[in-house]
């Protein structure tokens, strides 16, 4: 294996397997069977092609090449000139009512094109027409028909569709990996091809929740519920609920900008402060620790007050069914209070649930028996019995 390792990186002369007439100088990676070119031919190729990995065979050695570099061998010596490189795109056939063919291809602004390999500086096409001279130029729709996402609605910055779905695929297999690993893995792939230059992981954030967003609003349209079970439809046999206080934010975590997501899973605070408040309004609380059977469990508590450290958000409560599906979610502000998953079962007790479980579920129930009795609003919660 190390023979043919060391014989597949020996450069060889060799004709061009395009022309069939002139030296290849320049092997592509990504034009399978034939990769080796001529330097008329490599122009022609990846003019459409420019995100294809080049290397030139100058002087003995495989070097890789930027898509906007082209060689030439004049006798014994080897010239590297810059080209301008278009980004590739679905063209319209015409843009006038003038004869077909009278439309060429001219240069737009300079863009820069982020995929899997690296950051690529190339240039969007537009389009003249040589006899009216109506000019086209790209816009938005024509980028997302081509695979693209705009950075920004200038879009001066683009990503590649693909790139996203892989760091969403990524995050979901291997929660663990950070935005910055990802974009490591991605810049040395662009110092392996060539392609220098770094990538802004602010820029990448906001736009790859833009797009998981908009795929959020595409499900939503047609009708798809990605937080509910189809397993446990339409009759769901049991929910469970439990608190995880290590899921905390601190109070300098906040941003001015308003969630993506809004109350889609993790229900809005508003909406959950409202209801502990008016829970605590009408029934009287024990304080210090609750008590489970013979034991006596920080957790299981009727009040707690707000934590007087730095953090903001002490955790999340999360409903669950019994195939592990995730329901809905909330911020705990107080520590796991019995109000939470109060909250929870009355928001999730449309779904004709037969059963609502809970970590302190032998203290639970007489908890909601006291609120139910103050509270006649909430008593069709009685019939979901816990599992005790």
Known sequence: MVKNILAAEHVQECICQHCLTTEAIVWCRDCLPRQYLCSMC????????????????????FKPLCPTTAVKRHSETFEFS????????????????????SCRVISGKPIIVINFNGRYNLTLPSLECSCCRTKWAVGLSDLLKSGYWP??????????????????????FAPGLSRQAFLGITEYNGRLFQQSGQICGDTFQKAFLEWTFALHEVERLCGVQPFKC???????????????RKLYRFHNAHGTDKGYFDGTFIMKDDDVSSFVGYVHEKIKHATGKGVCGSSQWTAAKESAKKSASKIDEEG???????HGGLLKGLNMFR?????????????LSKENVSFFCSDVACKYWPYLK???????ELRPLLNMHPLL
């Open 151 to 172: 950075a920004s609605i200038h879009f001066e910055t683009v990503y590649e569709v693909g790139l996203f779905r892989s760091f969403l695929d990524l995050k979901l």
């Open 370 to 376: 006291r609120v139910v009795g103050h509270c006649p």
């Open 230 to 244: 189809p397993a446990c439809s339409p009759s769901m046999h049991a929910i469970s609920v439990d608190g995880n």
């Open 82 to 101: 810059e080209q301008v490189r278009y980004l590739p795109l679905l063209l319209p056939d015409k843009i006038c009512a003038c004869s077909e063919g």
């Open 335 to 347: 520590g796991e209070i019995f109000a939470y998953p109060l909250f929870l079962q009355n928001t």
């Open 42 to 61: 490599d122009g022609d190729v990846h003019q459409h092609l420019p995100l294809h990995n080049r290397d030139s065979m100058a002087h003995g050695f």
């Open 316 to 322: 999340l409560e999360i409903a669950v069914c019994r």
